[in-house]
């Protein structure tokens, strides 16, 4: 039963294009939203966060959307660049504080 | 600037061996969370410590693994008797303190091989 889903394995975009990652989840209870993004042997890297009162947060090219009457939330990376390739993972709080991932999306940047 | 380190980054175990996993958070960091990443899914929750104190244990997938803080610092994550199914990254966490907002720091992660 999977809480938290990214429904897309993977996602090609070319350089200077917005990237958009999508995230659906199950549970009514969460109260905070993360994306963290992941390279090759190294830990998921924090990205950007949101909580639930909000519908939107900025970060530089990085903006989370959060939508709660669909349980969804995107991230989008606009322009998206080379660097911007590695796997994005959506997370989700609930009480407690542990976090419960999607699987992952891998974010190719073409040149 | 010293992140979440982890040691060893590689662990090969032959069926049966138990293993001892480490975890040395960002210096001053209240909560440590381990997580299990199985290949191409994400992290999944294992174990949360506020300082020396395991207040949740709910993720650990049996007995025979069992984590420990005793000085509220670093963290050991022991696997007994393992099975080929334990073969996952470990990754551990740590975040300042205990709030819904505060933000968790990966460290690189202990893959773990069962042969």
């Known amino acids: 039963d999977q809480q938290v889903k990214q429904n897309s394995p993977s996602l090609s975009v070319q350089e200077g294009r917005i990237s958009i990652l999508n995230c659906d989840y199950t549970?009514?209870?969460?109260?905070?939203f993360l994306w963290y993004k992941k390279y090759p042997a190294e830990g998921p890297t924090f990205l950007i966060s949101i909580s639930s009162i909000k519908d939107k947060n900025e970060d530089g090219r990085f903006t989370v959307f959060l939508n709660k009457s669909a349980k969804h939330l995107s991230l989008h990376i606009v322009p998206s660049q080379p660097g911007d390739s590695a796997v994005y993972f959506c997370a989700a709080r609930e009480y407690g504080n542990k976090l419960v991932f999607g699987a992952g999306t891998i974010l190719r940047v073409k040149s | 600037g010293a992140g979440v380190s982890q040691s060893p980054r590689y662990k090969v175990a032959k069926r049966g061996q138990d293993v001892a996993l480490r975890c040395d958070p960002i210096?001053?960091?209240?909560?440590l969370f381990w997580y299990q990443q199985a290949l191409g899914q994400g992290p999944e929750f294992l174990t949360y410590?506020?300082?020396?104190?395991?207040?949740?244990k709910s993720g650990l997938p049996s007995d025979r693994f069992f984590a420990e803080r005793p000085e509220g610092s670093v963290s050991t994550l022991k696997i007994q008797r393992t099975q080929q199914e334990d073969s996952a990254v470990y990754l551990c966490?740590?975040?300042?303190?205990?709030?819904?907002?505060?933000?968790?720091?990966f460290g690189p992660g202990t893959r773990l091989t069962v042969l």
């Open positions: 410590f506020q300082n020396e104190a395991q207040l949740d």
């Open positions: 966490a740590s975040s300042l303190f205990s709030g819904s907002a505060d933000t968790q720091y």
């Open positions: 210096s001053g960091h209240v909560s």
């Open positions: 549970n009514s209870m969460f109260d905070y």
